[in-house]
C-alpha cells in the first residue's frame, strides 16, 4: 500500500496534516448512520476492530485511543453489554464526521476482513412461514405442510460453531452418505449442494444458566445483525436427518458477513410482526412484537435470482431469543442464532435453491444455463438493504463464498 502523503486513494479522502475526513460515495450503504463493525488486518499487521464508513475502514484502537479495540474479535467490546455499546457508538458517530489521524484510516481494498466474532454456540432457527410450508410441501406433497409444533413455537437445532468462516472464504464440496432412490445409500461428494439466505443475530451480552430471557431482553442482549449463508448438502441431510434433523449435511460450513450492523441502526427497519395464530405462549408473547424490513438479495454467479423478504419472518428476533433460553440455557458473548432461510410466497423471493428450483426439478435459467444446485467454481454472493436513520437505505456487509471441488 502506498502511504505517501498525495495518495488521493487513500481513505476517499482528502489529507490535511496526517488528518483524514472520510468522503462517502453518494448512494453507499456504509453513511454516517450506519456504522457497521468488523475485524480487519492491513497487510502485515496484527487484526483489530474496526467500523466501515463508505469505502474505508476506521481503526478503532487508533480513532478512540482504546486498547479495547486492539483484539481479534469484536467479543471484548461486545461483553460490555448495551450501555458500552451506545456511549462508543456516539463516539463513533462524532469521530466519523471528525478528521482523523490518517493512520486510522483504511482503503476497503487495502485491508483483509476476519471472522468478526469469536463465534460461542450456534443456532439456527426455521422461522420463515413460507420457507417451512414450501419445504413441507415437498417433503409432505399429501400431508399438512406445515408440522403440528410450528405455530406454537420457533423451530431451530444447534449447528456448528467451530465451522463458521467469514464471508469470502472458499467453500469445498462436503462428501458424506448421499440419499439415493433406494434404501442404501452411496457414498462421495454431494450433488446437491444448497445455500440458505439468513440473517444472523449476534449476543453480545450473555445470560446465566437458569436464567431464562424475555421478548422484552433482547436489545439487553443483542449487539447486532449479520447476514449469513447456511450452505447445505441436501442429499445427504435428506439420508441423516431422519429423525434427529441437520447435522454433516449443514456443518462443513455456514458464512457470515463481515461486517456486523448494531441494533440501534437498524431502528427505522423495525415495523410490526406479521400477525401469528395461534396466539403464542405467555413466555413468546411481546407487547409489541416487531419484526424487521430487511430486503436480502440472493446473486449467483453474478445474476440475480432471489430477493427474500425479512419482514414476511414469522417468528420474531425476540421470540427467537426467549424460545433458546426457556429451558434456563444460558447465553454467552459471541453466540450466533439464525433466522432460518428467508423466503416470500413467489419463486423469486425463496432463499434456497431447494425452493427456487422445487427440489431440482424446475431448473432456473443462470446466465442462459438451465440450473439446479451448486457446481464447483460457482459463486453465491449474498446482500441486503434496509431503512437507514438518514432516510436512505443501508447495505449490510455481504456474504460470499465461491464452491471449490471436494
Ligand atoms: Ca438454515
Not at 50 to 58: M, N
Not at 256 to 267: E, F, G, I, K, R
Not at 295 to 301: C, D, Q, R, S
Request: overall charge negative.
Amino acid at each position: 500500500m502506498d502511504l505517501s502523503a498525495g495518495d488521493c486513494d487513500r481513505g476517499r479522502g482528502v489529507v490535511l496534516n496526517s488528518r483524514v475526513r472520510i468522503e462517502v460515495p453518494a448512494g453507499s450503504g456504509f453513511g454516517r448512520t450506519h456504522l457497521p463493525y468488523g475485524v480487519f488486518r492491513p497487510m502485515g499487521e496484527q487484526p483489530r476492530v474496526g467500523v466501515r464508513l463508505g469505502d474505508s475502514v476506521i481503526d478503532l484502537a487508533v480513532a478512540l485511543d482504546d486498547p479495547m479495540f486492539a483484539q481479534p474479535s469484536l467479543n471484548a467490546f461486545m461483553t460490555q453489554g448495551p450501555q458500552c455499546w451506545r456511549e462508543v457508538r456516539e463516539r463513533v458517530t462524532v469521530a466519523a464526521d471528525a478528521e482523523l489521524p490518517a493512520a486510522a484510516v483504511h482503503p476497503i481494498h487495502a485491508v483483509s476482513l476476519d471472522l468478526p466474532i469469536e463465534i460461542g454456540d450456534y443456532v439456527d432457527f426455521y422461522a420463515s412461514l413460507d420457507h417451512a410450508t414450501a419445504l413441507g410441501r415437498m417433503l409432505r406433497p399429501n400431508g399438512d405442510a406445515l408440522l403440528p409444533n410450528w405455530r406454537h413455537l420457533p423451530v431451530g437445532y444447534h449447528g456448528r460453531s467451530g465451522t463458521v468462516v467469514v464471508s469470502g472464504t472458499e467453500i469445498a464440496r462436503p462428501s458424506g452418505q448421499r440419499k439415493t432412490d433406494s434404501d442404501t445409500p452411496d457414498f462421495g461428494p454431494s450433488r446437491r449442494l444448497d445455500i440458505e439466505a439468513e440473517l444472523g443475530f449476534v449476543v453480545g451480552a450473555g445470560s446465566p444458566l437458569g436464567t431464562p430471557l424475555g421478548t422484552g431482553d433482547f436489545d439487553a442482549h443483542v449487539f447486532g445483525v449479520a447476514l449469513v449463508d447456511d450452505w447445505s448438502a441436501r442429499d445427504i441431510q435428506a439420508w441423516e436427518g431422519q429423525p434427529l434433523g441437520p447435522f454433516l449435511g449443514k456443518s462443513f460450513a455456514t458464512s457470515l458477513s463481515a461486517w456486523v450492523t448494531p441494533l440501534d441502526a437498524l431502528a427505522k427497519a423495525r415495523i410490526p410482526l406479521p400477525p401469528q395464530d395461534p396466539e403464542p405462549l405467555p413466555y413468546l408473547r411481546d407487547t409489541d412484537p416487531w419484526g424487521l424490513d430487511i430486503e436480502l438479495t440472493v446473486a449467483w454467479n453474478g445474476q440475480v435470482v432471489s430477493t427474500p423478504p425479512y419482514r414476511r419472518m414469522y417468528w420474531s428476533p425476540a421470540q427467537m431469543l426467549a424460545h433458546m433460553t426457556v429451558n434456563g440455557a444460558s447465553t454467552r458473548t459471541g453466540d450466533l442464532f439464525a433466522s432460518g432461510t428467508v423466503s416470500g410466497p413467489e419463486r423469486a423471493e425463496r432463499g434456497s435453491l431447494m425452493e427456487i428450483t422445487w427440489a431440482g426439478t424446475d431448473p432456473v435459467t443462470v446466465n442462459g444455463v438451465q440450473r439446479t444446485f451448486l457446481q464447483d467454481g460457482d459463486e453465491v454472493v449474498i446482500t441486503a438493504s434496509a431503512p437507514a436513520l438518514d432516510g436512505t437505505r443501508l447495505t449490510l456487509g455481504e456474504v460470499r463464498g465461491t464452491v471449490k471441488p471436494a
